[in-house]
C-alpha cells in the first residue's frame, strides 16, 4: 500500500544488509516492497515451471501481467 511503512523488525534487517552492502540510497521501504516482488514472481515461475499454471489452463503472462501492474498501483 502507499506510504505503508516496514514493520521495525524487517526494517532494521533490510537497514543491515544494505548496510553490509554499501546501498545508501534506498529506501527500507522499497528494499522490501522489491523482494516481496521478487518473491511473487519466483513463486509464479515456480507455479509455472512446476505445470501447475498451464494444467489450469491458465496463461501465466496474465498472472505475471497482473502481479505488476498490482506492484506498479501500489507505488
Do not use: C
Not at 37 to 45: D, M, T
Not at 53 to 64: E, K
Request: hydrophobic residues 45%; proline residues 5%.
Amino acid at each position: 500500500m502507499p506510504g505503508t511503512a516496514v514493520p521495525e523488525r524487517p526494517a532494521a534487517q533490510f537497514r543491515e544488509w544494505m548496510k553490509h552492502h554499501g546501498i545508501e540510497d534506498v529506501s527500507e521501504a522499497v528494499a522490501a516492497r522489491t523482494t516481496m516482488l521478487w518473491a511473487h514472481l519466483h513463486g509464479l515461475v515456480g507455479l509455472e515451471i512446476e505445470g501447475n499454471v498451464g494444467s489450469m489452463g491458465i496463461d501465466p503472462a496474465a498472472l505475471y501481467e497482473t502481479e505488476l501492474e498490482g506492484f506498479v498501483r501500489s507505488l
